[in-house]
C-alpha cells in the first residue's frame, strides 16, 4: 500500500513545486499552488508502477479466477 502512495506524493509535491514556481513568477501563489497540486494529483494517479507478482500470489490468483469461472 506504500508503494501506490510513494508515488501519489511524489506527484502531489513535485506539482506544488512547479505551482508556486509558477506563482511567484505570475504573482500569485495561492491560485497557482492549488492549480500544481490538482496537476501533480493527476500525474500521481496516472504513473503507477507495476509491481511484481511473487509466485504464491500469483497461483492463487489462478486459482481464484479458475473458481470463479466455473
Known sequence: MTR???GMGLGI????ALGVAAGV???NVAVW???GVAIG????STVR?????????????????LR???
Open 4 to 6: 501506490k502512495s510513494r
Open 13 to 16: 509535491a513535485l506539482g506544488a
Open 25 to 27: 513568477l505570475a504573482g
Open 33 to 35: 499552488l492549488g492549480i
Open 41 to 44: 494529483i493527476a500525474i500521481g
Open 49 to 65: 508502477r507495476k509491481e511484481g507478482e511473487c509466485p504464491e500470489c500469483a497461483e492463487i490468483h489462478r486459482a481464484h479466477e
Open 68 to 70: 470463479r469461472q466455473g
